[in-house]
């Protein structure tokens, strides 16, 4: 009798110890228009509310509507001595991929971690300004499976966004991934 309730309540606990740890800590947030007759930063942080609430929010304002073209290169870089280039470097075709997310499981999975919080929910075209509506970042841990891709470090995820082939604003996430 009294094993199987041990046994529960250890697997209760372990439960517990899950969900409470997160799994990725962001730590910073930076959003930059190179081209501003093309493309505005209105806001763009990582706000701490309390311990337990922590969100992302981000603004872009697009000035020559409606966008067509839109190519985006995400690479990883993990820091050693400085941040070095690490794992994934992949281009895409945004539009391409919007209309069939399947077609690539690595964009398909960032995509998911803040695609309901966005207006990014959508194909081509883009005939609106860019919105992460404060994504929470508990919302990330919860989409975040114990199997991440990646092993634990600090990480920027460095996005370039192209339109029309030239590269027009960059996106920058800086995490700790446990
Ligand atoms: C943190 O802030 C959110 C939003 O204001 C609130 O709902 C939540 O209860 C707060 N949590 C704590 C631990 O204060
Ligand atoms: C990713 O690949 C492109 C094309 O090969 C290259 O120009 C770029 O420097 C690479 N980025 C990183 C972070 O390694
Ligand atoms: C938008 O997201 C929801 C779920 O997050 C999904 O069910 C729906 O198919 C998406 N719409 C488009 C146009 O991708």
């Not at 690595?106 to 075209?125: E, G, K």
Request: proline content about 7%.
């Amino acid at each position: 009798m009294g094993a199987p309730r041990c046994l529960i309540a250890l697997l209760a606990c372990l439960f517990l110890v899950e969900e409470v740890e997160p799994k990725v800590e962001f730590t910073n947030f930076k959003c930059t228009s190179l081209d501003p007759k093309f493309a505005i930063v209105e806001h763009c942080y990582l706000k701490s509310v309390n311990r337990t609430y922590k969100y992302l929010a981000l603004k872009i304002n697009l000035l020559q509507k409606p966008v067509t073209r839109i190519k985006v290169n995400g690479a990883t870089w993990k820091r050693f001595n400085g941040y070095k280039p690490s794992l994934y470097n992949v281009t895409i075709d945004a539009c391409k991929f919007l209309k069939n997310p399947k077609s690539n499981p690595v964009a398909d999975y960032i995509h998911r971690l803040f695609r309901t919080y966005s207006n990014m929910n959508h194909s081509c075209p883009f005939n609106h300004d860019v919105i992460i509506d404060k994504l929470p970042i508990s919302f990330v841990n919860n989409q975040v499976t114990a199997v991440l891709p990646v092993p634990p470090g600090d990480y920027m995820f460095q996005s370039h966004w192209y339109a029309y082939d030239i590269n027009r604003a960059t996106v920058q996430v800086y995490l700790t991934i446990f």
